[in-house]
């Protein structure tokens, strides 16, 4: 079965930095592209970034442009969202995500990350 | 940016009766390959959210076949024919035509009367 686990979730302080990561299981992870999306207490969902399989291309939402950073590993079946610079509205529910038949077909159970001081 | 409007943003229902959520997209979302990567999630209480159709029409995997989706262009439906007691949660489309960015609907949260 397909599974994502995120962690590295926490309370942090407007400026500081996190890293979070995502370890993929129960299938081929470097051949599919990824995702972050989040969600902000009771708000909806946000994408904020994608990968490819390779690494070769990376997007970001404006909303993060500049600030996070995210990578993978494929030997290690990983990602990896380096975020700076954390601001009070970037407390969200962090997911990620497998691209397949489209977008977003397996999603992990998310982190939590609370930015406040 | 493709904006993506769902209706209504609530939708109380009896149980076994249908229901229906729209979702309308600022751009056509026909792709350049042919396809249309319009996309139907559920969100449950305290739950990540959850893949039902991909493009359009194609349930996932383990989706009952109560939910289906439909549409084409600029105007999507979502359709539940009977009502179950587990289908209590918000309902999310997405776009994954025009990216980036991934554009997602407001939500539309569907609870029991």
């Known amino acids: 079965d397909v599974q994502l686990v995120e962690s590295g979730g926490g309370l942090i302080q407007p400026g500081e930095s996190l890293r979070l990561s995502c370890a993929a299981s129960g299938f081929t992870f470097s051949a599919y592209s990824m995702n972050w999306v989040r969600q902000a207490p009771g708000k909806g969902l946000e994408w904020i970034s994608y990968?490819?399989?390779?690494?070769?291309?990376?997007y970001y939402a404006d909303s993060v442009t500049g600030r996070f950073t995210f990578s993978r590993d494929n030997a290690k079946s990983s990602l990896y969202l380096q975020m700076n610079s954390l601001r009070d509205e970037d407390t969200a529910v962090y997911y990620c995500?497998?691209?397949?038949?489209?977008?977003?077909?397996?999603w992990g159970q998310g982190t939590l990350v609370t930015v406040s001081s | 940016d493709v904006v993506m409007t769902q209706s209504p943003l609530s939708l109380p229902v009896t149980l076994g009766q249908p229901a229906s959520i729209s979702c309308r997209s600022s751009?056509?979302?026909?792709?350049?390959?042919?396809?249309?990567?319009l996309n139907w999630f559920q969100q449950r209480p305290g739950q990540s959210p959850r893949r039902l159709i991909y493009k359009v029409s194609n349930r996932d995997p383990g989706v009952p076949d109560r939910f289906s989706g439909s549409g084409s262009g600029t105007d999507f439906t979502l359709k539940i024919s009977r009502v179950e007691a587990e289908d209590v949660g918000v309902y999310y489309c997405m776009q994954g035509t025009h990216w980036p960015p991934f554009t997602f609907g407001g939500g539309t949260k569907v609870e029991i009367k």
């Open positions: 995500t497998r691209d397949a038949d489209g977008n977003f077909d397996h």
């Open positions: 990968i490819s399989s390779t690494s070769r291309t990376i």
């Open positions: 751009q056509n979302l026909v792709s350049s390959d042919g396809d249309t990567y």
